[in-house]
């Protein structure tokens, strides 16, 4: 159990008015969680602080080497003011997942969660209760030692930042367009595309780049031996709903795993559908698509929800998915996805947790 010291700001902010549009990651709370590690003293200094800039050495190894993880889940608001996260123990353990592959000391489980719980409740009242808002909660440790050998570090931080935001796309619920990249590659197998550390977002943006200049709003990667197999969207999982099976790429080691990805499996096995983790190759999905049996596509992710994608385009394929109208099994994915989290449906898995 940790003792968190907590020090109040003396300057609140102006809390944006409940019509106002949020953005994503925009807009920052009053207040952020702060812990220390010394190589010998473990984890130390617990804190809630006034939400501040930090000061680094420039030396300090995270510019350099890129030895850093993040985490994302959220807090909602219900029609009755309670405050919910969602299977925040799922970030905890996959948390401490990412800290292996990247030589950070773990963090237990039980304090990443106190810490969590205890910040998102200072600032409670910053957590927006427009439809599809939500305060976007940021978990992260960098590597802090003044040093420019590679090694692993032997101090860190562990912070938590809040950001009261809105949907991940600007387009909300509608459909997005995504570019299949066939050039270049996100992560391969024995590297540390299962890990949430910046490197993998980092080697994603030239993609991005790509797909945007392609007027596609997101990328899809495939993976990095045979550029065959799909993987993961880099913001969000990737399923498909091919002749009436659910079907996502298996997990090899280079994909996220997801918890709305796992959510997502659980809730379409609990309504009698086939779920199916495996293989799927590009050409699979063009030949699905050309025989009209890809009936849906959606992308999960913590920040994104359920995304519906309306269009994908592989090289000069350009399949036009349930004619880019958002499909029924993504919209009930969607509505109960949210209904558990905003405490609006019954949680038959145990998945909200009170603040
Ligand atoms: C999330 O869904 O929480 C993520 O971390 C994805 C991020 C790139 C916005």
């Not at 159990?1 to 019509?19: H, N, R, S, Y």
């Not at 599809?132 to 590679?150: K, M």
């Not at 996502?248 to 379409?268: E, K, V, W, Y």
Request: glycine share 10%; net charge negative; proline share 5%.
């Amino acid at each position: 159990m940790l003792d968190i010291k907590i020090t109040k700001t003396t300057e609140p902010k102006q809390k944006p008015a409940a019509d106002q549009p949020l953005g994503f990651g925009k807009i920052f709370t009053d207040h952020m969680f702060i812990m220390n590690y010394t190589e010998g003293q473990g984890w130390h200094d617990p804190r809630i602080v006034p939400f501040q800039n930090i000061s680094l050495s420039p030396a300090a190894m995270v510019y350099h080497y890129g030895q850093e993880m993040f985490e994302g889940l959220k807090a909602y608001k219900s029609e009755n003011d309670e405050v919910y996260l969602f299977r925040p123990d799922m970030n905890a353990k996959r948390t401490n997942v990412t800290n292996d592959r990247l030589c950070i000391p773990n963090i237990p489980e039980e304090d990443f969660v106190q810490a969590v719980k205890a910040v998102v409740d200072i600032d409670r009242d910053w957590i927006p209760t427009a439809p599809g808002t939500s305060l976007y909660v940021r978990p992260f440790i960098i590597a802090t030692d003044e040093f420019l050998g590679v090694a692993p570090s032997h101090t860190y931080m562990f912070m938590i930042i809040l950001a009261p935001s809105g949907a991940y796309y600007s387009s909300g619920l509608a459909p997005v367009g995504i570019w299949i990249e066939d050039e270049y590659v996100r992560a391969v197998r024995g590297g540390m595309g299962f890990a949430k550390t910046g490197g993998n977002y980092a080697a994603s943006l030239i993609g991005q780049v790509k797909a945007h200049n392609e007027d596609y709003s997101q990328v899809l990667w495939l993976d990095g031996v045979e550029r065959k197999y799909i993987e993961e969207v880099g913001s969000m999982n990737i399923f498909f709903k091919i002749d009436g099976k659910v079907v996502t790429p298996a997990l090899n080691g280079s994909i996220l795993p997801g918890i709305t990805r796992n959510s997502t499996i659980q809730l379409c096995k609990s309504w009698g559908y086939d779920v199916e983790e495996r293989k799927i190759s590009v050409d699979e999905l063009v030949e699905a698509q050309k025989n009209g049996k890809l009936e849906e596509v959606f992308g999960t992710g913590t920040a994104a929800v359920i995304s519906p994608v309306g269009k994908l385009r592989y090289v000069d394929d350009v399949m036009l998915i349930n004619n880019g109208e958002i499909g029924e099994l993504s919209q009930k994915l969607y509505d109960t996805m949210t209904g558990i989290q905003y405490g609006k449906l019954d949680d038959p898995f145990g998945w909200r947790v009170s603040v």
